[in-house]
């Protein structure tokens, strides 16, 4: 396993997308070394060794959105912005705050939106009604 040094990653020649100041986000996957250091896997494949703001949480196996507190003695401190509960809870609220909006059922209309956004079709509200209408005729 190869792990890129803080300051190799700072270089603007290695990746200008790269933000690695404080305040910074990235997006990466939690993974554990043998020794029990904390690392981040980013989509690229780039390993970080980071530490944690507040261990109580670490999602392991995901890829989620991290926010950079600090750089210090070559380690990235972290903490999560969000998890996945989290996502879910904000999604089924904004499905319901949607469909109350439109008087559609949640069950039906979230099958609706679901297929729309699967397909690349905007989820408007003209949409919504347009294929809740073609479904019960």
């Keep these: 396993m190869y792990i890129k040094?803080?300051?190799q990653l700072s270089n603007k020649s290695f990746s200008s997308s790269?933000?690695?100041?404080p305040g910074g986000t990235i997006y990466g996957k939690v993974i554990f070394?043998?020794?029990g250091r904390e690392y981040l896997r980013l989509f690229n494949g780039t390993i970080l060794p980071v530490e944690f703001a507040s261990k109580n949480n670490i999602v392991m196996d995901k890829y989620i959105k991290y926010r950079i507190e600090?750089?210090?003695n070559d380690i990235i401190?972290?903490?999560a912005l969000s998890t996945n509960i989290e996502e879910k809870n904000?999604?089924?609220h904004s499905y319901n705050h949607i469909l109350q909006k439109l008087n559609i059922p949640y069950a039906e209309g979230?099958?609706?939106i679901d297929s729309l956004i699967k397909f690349n079709l905007p989820?408007?509200?003209?949409n919504i009604l347009k294929y809740t209408k073609i479904f019960h005729s």
Excluded: P, Y
């Design 5 to 7: 040094n803080i300051e």
């Design 18 to 21: 790269l933000n690695l100041s």
């Design 33 to 35: 070394s043998c020794d």
């Design 70 to 72: 600090q750089v210090k």
């Design 77 to 79: 401190i972290i903490k």
């Design 90 to 92: 904000i999604l089924k």
């Design 110 to 112: 979230k099958g609706i």
């Design 123 to 126: 989820a408007t509200d003209e």
